[in-house]
C-alpha cells in the first residue's frame, strides 16, 4: 500500500500541463476514447501481377489458397493500382502518400549505393504518422528507396557497381536516410532488390553487420528451368548473405518483431511492413517450395508468398490478436516482362490478369494490382468492390482508422478509403474522383471514372519491337494522336485510342493532370481530409 501512496503523491505533484501529456500519451498507447487501435500489418508484394492470384485470376496455373482465404474473410478491390510501374517510386508512394513528382526526381530504381533517398527529412510518413499515435513500428525485407553512402574520405558515392567497394561503413552508418530515421524502430533491410540489384548486403536498424566484402558470381545460385535466374546481377556481397532464403529470412524477422512486441510492449499497438521480394526476378523459390505446382519456378514462388501470408495470419491467431490486427496485401507493380511472356508460353497463365501491359508500361498491365484488406474485428467478411484506389491511398486509410488528421501539406496524393472497406460506401459513390499514375519513363496516366488519359504515345515503358513483345503488339487506332485516351468501360484492353473523337473528354483531362501533377501545388487527394476514427468504426457482431 505504501507504494501506492508513494506514487500517488509523485503524480500529484506533476504540473497541470506535464499531467495532461501523460494521461494522452497513455491514452494514446493502446486506445482512443475506450476503443483499442488495431495492430497493422502491411504484406507489400514485389512485382506480383493481377493475375498472380487465384482468388483474382480464376484461370491461375496454380491456388494461392491462404491469400483466396484472406480475400474471403475481408475485402478484395479490383479497381486498385500501383503509383508507378516500377518498384522504387511505388514504394515512396507507400511511405509517403505521394506520387515520387513531389520529389522533383524521376522515376529511378536504385542499384549499388544509390541515392539518396526518395524520403525527404521533414515529410511526414506513414510509420512517423503511426508513431505519433502510439505505435511501435518495424519494417522488414526489401528497402529499395535509395540510401546515402559515403567513402573514407567523406565524398557521397553514387549508384552502380563500380562505387560499391569504396563505400566506407564507418562513415555511412548510423544510415542518415535509412527507415530508423524515417519513423521504424526496428528495421531489418536489403538496400535494393534482395536478390537483383547489389549491394548484396543486411541493414540491422541503421548498421551494417557485415560489410560486402566479396564479389558475388551469377553461377552460385541456381538457375530453375535454366532461365529463371535471368536479371540476376553480380556484385559486392556480405559473405553471410542468402539469396535463396531472402523471404524465409524477412518472415522470420517480421514475426519475432511481433513475438517480441507482445512480450515487452502489451499496451501498445504495432504497425509492421513485412515487405517481401516475391515476385521480382530471378525465381528463386526457398527449398520447401520446389515443385509445389505443376506450373514451374514461379508458381513454386508465388506459392511461397502465399504460404508466408498463411504462417503470418496463423501468428495472429495463437497470440490471441487476430481480430484486432488488420493487415493489408498489397503488390508495388504489374509482373516483370519476360516472367509474363514466359508463363503465358509455357503454362498458359497470365500475370497481367487480362489487362494490356506489364511491369514499367502505363497500360493496366503495368500498375493494377491486388490489394486486399483483412480485419476480422471490423471489416465484413466476402466483399468484392470496384472503388478506384491507390497505393498512395493507404497513408490516409490508416490516419483515418487511428483517428490522425492529415495536414493538407502531408500525403498529397492520399484518399481515405476506409468507407469502403467497411461497407459505408457503395461502389456506385466513388470515394476517388481521379487518380494519377507513373509509367518507368516518368510519364503520366491520370484516371477519371471509366477514362484513362496517358499523357504519352506507346508503354511509356517497354519497347514492343523487341522480338519478345512483338506477339503483344495491338494495331494503332489513331496513328497521329500525341497521346492515348480509353474508355476502360467500353474498351477495358484499351484498343481503341478516342483521342480525336472525344475531344471534349480529352481536353478536360489534359487541363486536370496539368493541375495535378503541378510541381508546386500539385495535388490528386482533397484538402481538409476528416479521418473516421476507431470511436466510429463498429465492432462486428461476430468479433470476439
Not at 103 to 122: D, H, N, Q, V
Not at 461 to 483: R, S
Amino acid at each position: 500500500m505504501s507504494i501506492f501512496y508513494a506514487a500517488l503523491h509523485s503524480v500529484m505533484k506533476l504540473s497541470v500541463p506535464t499531467l495532461a501529456a501523460l494521461v494522452l500519451s497513455l491514452c494514446c498507447s493502446a486506445s482512443v476514447l475506450g476503443q483499442t487501435l488495431p495492430n497493422i500489418i502491411i504484406i507489400y508484394a514485389d512485382d506480383l501481377g493481377y493475375g498472380d492470384l487465384s482468388c483474382y485470376n480464376p484461370k491461375a496455373a496454380y491456388k494461392t489458397p491462404r491469400l483466396d482465404q484472406m480475400a474471403a474473410e475481408g475485402i478484395r478491390f479490383t479497381d486498385a493500382h500501383s503509383p508507378s510501374t516500377i518498384c522504387s517510386p511505388s514504394r515512396y508512394g507507400l511511405l509517403s502518400g505521394q506520387q515520387v513528382c513531389r520529389t522533383g526526381r524521376r522515376t529511378t530504381a536504385f542499384e549499388g549505393p544509390g541515392g539518396p533517398s526518395y524520403l525527404m527529412p521533414g515529410d511526414l510518413t506513414i510509420a512517423e504518422m503511426l508513431q505519433k499515435q502510439g505505435y511501435r513500428t518495424g519494417v522488414f525485407g526489401k528497402w529499395h528507396l535509395g540510401l546515402t553512402w559515403y567513402d573514407k574520405e567523406g565524398k557521397r558515392l553514387g549508384g552502380g557497381f563500380k562505387n560499391s567497394p569504396l563505400i566506407d561503413y564507418t562513415n555511412s552508418t548510423p544510415l542518415e536516410d535509412g527507415p530508423n530515421k524515417r519513423g521504424f524502430d526496428e528495421s531489418f533491410i536489403t538496400p535494393n532488390c534482395p536478390t537483383t540489384d547489389p549491394l548484396y548486403v543486411y541493414i540491422e536498424n541503421g548498421m551494417v553487420p557485415v560489410p560486402a566484402n566479396r564479389r558475388h558470381k551469377r553461377d552460385e545460385v541456381p538457375n530453375p528451368g535454366g532461365k529463371w535466374r535471368w536479371d540476376h546481377d553480380e556484385g559486392w556481397q556480405a559473405p553471410d548473405y542468402q539469396f535463396i532464403d531472402a523471404d524465409l529470412l524477412f518472415y522470420d524477422k517480421t514475426l519475432s518483431f511481433i513475438e517480441k512486441h507482445r512480450k515487452v510492449h502489451p499496451e501498445k499497438p504495432f504497425f509492421t511492413v513485412f515487405s517481401t521480394q516475391i515476385s521480382h526476378a530471378p525465381v528463386l523459390p526457398a527449398a520447401e517450395f520446389i515443385g509445389k505446382t505443376d506450373a514451374g519456378a514461379r508458381s513454386d514462388f508465388i506459392v511461397e508468398l502465399d504460404t508466408l501470408t498463411g504462417r503470418l495470419l496463423d501468428a495472429l491467431d495463437r497470440l490471441g490478436i487476430d481480430d484486432n490486427t488488420l493487415v493489408l496485401f498489397n503488390s508495388d507493380n504489374g509482373p516483370e516482362v519476360m516472367h509474363t511472356v514466359w508463363m503465358r508460353q509455357d503454362h498458359d497463365h497470365d500475370a497481367a490478369g487480362g489487362w494490356r501491359g506489364m511491369k514499367r508500361d502505363g497500360w493496366e498491365g503495368g500498375h493494377r494490382v491486388p490489394f486486399i484488406a483483412r480485419w476480422p474485428g471490423r471489416i465484413p467478411a466476402g466483399r468484392v468492390s470496384s472503388q478506384l484506389t491507390n497505393t498512395t491511398d493507404i497513408f490516409a486509410t490508416l490516419a483515418s482508422v487511428v483517428g490522425y488528421t492529415l495536414p493538407d501539406e502531408t500525403a498529397v496524393d492520399s484518399v481515405d478509403v476506409l468507407p469502403a472497406m467497411l461497407g459505408m460506401r457503395r461502389d456506385d459513390e466513388p470515394i476517388r474522383s481521379h487518380m494519377l499514375t507513373q509509367s518507368f519513363r516518368s510519364e503520366f496516366q491520370i484516371r477519371q471514372g471509366p477514362w484513362k488519359y496517358l499523357d504519352h504515345l506507346g508503354s511509356g515503358g517497354n519497347g514492343y519491337d523487341k522480338e519478345h513483345l512483338k506477339p503483344y503488339v495491338l494495331a494503332e487506332t489513331a496513328p497521329e494522336a500525341t497521346a492515348q485516351l480509353f474508355n476502360l468501360e467500353n474498351d477495358p484492353n484499351e484498343t481503341i485510342n478516342l483521342f480525336f473523337t472525344e475531344t471534349a473528354k480529352r481536353e478536360e483531362l489534359q487541363a486536370l493532370l496539368s493541375k495535378l501533377s503541378a510541381n508546386e501545388g500539385g495535388r490528386s487527394a482533397p484538402r481538409g481530409r476528416v479521418p473516421i476514427g476507431i470511436e466510429n468504426i463498429p465492432l462486428l457482431e461476430s468479433s470476439h
